[in-house]
């Protein structure tokens, strides 16, 4: 069973990766300006819904991202914030209103030339529900995927008791705040701890807001639970960019979805419905 969840994810690379140059998403992104592409139903249908999160999060989730210079550097070297002129350039090509979808044919054009698309952000969460979905189908009783940080769970361990997920402190990977149980459900957890920089006090995360080219700000981890692990990477990359209050603020306007974050204080903020209990 292992073994088939682990070629159902390598068919979605295949299909979906901008890194293989035989994907239809590589396919698209060498039409950028030029022609749009017919693609399978299950990229199209991804892409739509990825469209439905950046109209939904005021483009603060981007598949388009993918096309931004690459201008900060999260490995120590930079030492001064780029020019405004290089961080707004650097988003020129970026725009998820760009990307045209012809649902009768299945084609997807990118309108400018030199744009991208990319599912750094979605796409291992999609890659989770789909081996959960074939695992399910062919009869497993019970299990979690997980797919480095993205992962989703169905039935029970093998005592009964629900699946059980740890929220760690950002700042001391092996210190716990606490235990959720998953319930037939998604869990996925944006954030890079080491990767940051820092001018004067402000600390700016790796990820990027594609709306203006500054790194997001002021959160070091996002926690998301939700039915889907897709929508859950997707989110957690989202709230990341729209930042604590704002994205706090989102999360609880989503039937269904709960969040967990860690501000930059390592100060925890949780979603209307969510207790956590410490373990301390
Ligand atoms: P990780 O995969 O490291 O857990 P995320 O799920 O947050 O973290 O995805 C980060 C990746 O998503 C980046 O490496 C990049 O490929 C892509 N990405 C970055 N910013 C955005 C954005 N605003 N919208 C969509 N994708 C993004
Ligand atoms: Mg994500």
Redesign the pocket.
């Known amino acids: 069973y292992i073994d088939k969840a682990i070629s159902e994810i390598k068919r979605i690379e295949s299909l979906i990766s901008s890194w293989d140059i035989k994907s239809q998403t590589s396919k698209i992104n060498r039409a950028a300006g030029i022609e749009a592409v017919e693609v399978d139903k299950e990229l199209f249908k991804l892409i739509e819904r990825?469209l439905k999160i950046?109209k939904l999060t005021e483009?603060?989730?981007?598949?388009?991202?993918?096309s931004?210079d690459k201008i900060w550097k999260f490995d120590g070297s930079m030492t001064t914030m780029p020019s405004e002129d290089s961080i707004k350039k650097s988003v020129e090509k970026v725009g998820y209103k760009n990307i045209i979808l012809d649902a009768s044919k299945h084609t997807v054009f990118l309108k400018q030339k030199g744009m991208k698309i990319?599912?750094?952000?979605?796409g291992?969460?999609y890659a989770a529900d789909k081996a959960k979905a074939l695992l399910m189908s062919e009869g497993v009783d019970a299990g979690i995927i997980n797919a480095?940080?993205?992962l989703n769970t169905w039935g029970t361990q093998p005592d009964g008791k629900d699946w059980m997920v740890a929220i760690v402190n950002p700042l001391n990977k092996k210190k716990v705040f606490s235990w959720m149980p998953v319930k037939n459900s998604a869990v996925?957890?944006?954030?890079?701890y080491e990767k940051y920089i820092k001018f004067g006090d402000k600390l700016y995360t790796?990820?990027?807001?594609?709306r203006t080219g500054y790194p997001?700000y002021g959160i070091l981890s996002?926690t998301i639970f939700t039915a889907t692990a897709e929508l859950a990477?997707?989110l957690?990359?989202?709230v990341?960019?729209m930042g604590a209050e704002t994205g706090l603020d989102f999360i609880n306007q989503l039937k269904g979805v709960e969040c967990v974050i860690v501000d930059k204080d390592n100060k925890i903020i949780t979603s209307n419905n969510i207790e956590l209990k410490s373990t301390n």
């Open positions: 990825a950046s483009g603060a989730f981007d598949i388009s991202y993918a931004m990319g599912f750094g952000a979605i291992k969460g480095s940080g993205d996925v957890t944006s954030g890079n790796h990820i990027i807001d594609p997001a996002v990477d997707a957690a990359t989202s990341f960019v």
